[in-house]
């Protein structure tokens, strides 16, 4: 069965930084590219991102260029989301989505991880 | 910003069927493909129609979908109390810097 998995949930300060992983399985790793989005409380679905986990190569939305990074480590199979500079408007969940580039088809979506950020 | 219209809310009884539209503020929605995802609650969101108008696998032939050079709908015919969920739509839009946009989503009841 094919399956992305998660980190699990966290709690972080203002200000502080958070790392997100997802480790697909079930399919070849650099196969299919990663995309980020997330849900805040009450709001809608909002798109952070790609990685391309076999060049690496990345697209960022505009609304989080500076303030996010998407990683990928090839010998663990797993890509990461950083997001810095976390505000509680960044207290959301976030998932992580199979999805080819340019398009908004996304087959595939880990279970999720809910990040608060809190003082 | 590119935005994405949907309603905010439809009902409906058991049986029935409902449409949820989705259209486009700022760009031609007829240019790309409209994809919609079904989200319900507690779990991760799921792909319910791709390219404007397919089934993946495993999704009932009661979840349609259409679209024309100006909006995009799904239609759940034979309305379950088990579609009781939130509905959006997505599309990339190549406008400006790229990206994916998501509709503001629409809450079914049943």
């Known amino acids: 069965q094919v399956h992305l998995v998660q980190s699990g949930a966290d709690v972080r300060e203002p200000g502080a930084s958070v790392q997100i992983s997802c480790r697909p399985s079930?399919?070849?790793?650099?196969?299919?590219?990663i995309q980020w989005v997330r849900q805040a409380p009450g709001q809608g679905l909002e798109w952070m991102g790609w990685i391309n986990p076999d060049a690496g190569g990345t697209k960022y939305a505009e609304k989080f260029r500076g303030r996010v990074t998407m990683t990928r480590d090839t010998s663990i199979k797993t890509v990461f989301l950083e997001l810095s500079g976390l505000t509680s408007g960044d207290t959301a969940v976030y998932y992580c989505?199979?999805?080819?580039?340019?398009?908004?088809?996304?087959?595939?979506w880990g279970q999720g991880t809910l990040v608060t950020v809190s003082s | 910003q590119s935005v994405l219209t949907q309603p905010p809310s439809a009902s409906a009884t058991p049986g029935q069927r409902v449409t949820i539209s989705c259209s486009a503020t700022?760009?031609?929605?007829?240019?790309?493909?409209v994809h919609w995802y079904q989200h319900l609650p507690g779990a991760a969101p799921k792909l319910l129609i791709y390219?404007?108008?397919n089934r993946p696998s495993g999704v009932p032939e009661r979840f349609s979908a259409s679209k024309s050079d100006t909006s995009a709908s799904l239609t759940i015919s034979g309305l379950r109390s088990e579609d009781e969920a939130i509905y959006y739509c997505?599309?990339?839009?190549?406008?400006?810097?790229?990206?994916?946009?998501f509709g503001g989503g629409t809450k079914v009841t049943v």
């Open positions: 079930g399919y070849t790793f650099t196969d299919s590219f």
């Open positions: 989505a199979r999805g080819m580039p340019f398009m908004a088809e996304f087959d595939l």
């Open positions: 390219r404007d108008h």
């Open positions: 997505a599309v990339w839009d190549d406008s400006l810097f790229g990206a994916v946009v």
């Open positions: 700022t760009f031609d929605i007829g240019n790309g493909w």
